[in-house]
């Protein structure tokens, strides 16, 4: 049973559980500050909830219908062609200054 659990997992499922793990703790932290701002922003955190949910089932589908090699594999594509982007217009930017 657990190696069958650990065959399962996916780049997109441990980013999606990190994503909930790490929006859930910094919006409860933030929710009992002090601060108005910081209550607020704790809120408004929460809003970006849905984001790793939707990815995290997306991925499960994903894996159910075309198995964890093959959606390994495209998930990594999309990663190296995310951070190509984020590495490009973070180029540009530097640049535009």
């Known amino acids: 049973m657990r190696k069958k659990t650990l065959k399962?997992?996916?780049?997109?499922?441990i980013l999606s559980i990190v994503a909930l793990l790490i929006l859930t703790i910094?919006?409860?932290?933030m929710i009992n500050q002090n601060g108005m701002n910081q209550r607020l922003q704790g809120w408004?955190?929460?809003l970006w909830l849905p984001l790793p949910i939707v990815t995290?089932?997306?991925d499960r589908i994903c894996v159910r219908k075309f198995g964890t090699e093959k959606s390994n594999k495209y998930e990594l594509y999309v990663l190296v062609v995310s951070i190509s982007l984020f590495a490009i217009n973070w180029i540009r930017l530097?640049?535009?200054?």
């Open 26 to 29: 910094s919006s409860i932290i």
């Open 56 to 58: 995290l089932i997306i």
């Open 44 to 46: 408004v955190n929460l």
């Open 94 to 97: 530097q640049l535009q200054t």
């Open 8 to 13: 399962t997992i996916t780049f997109f499922y």
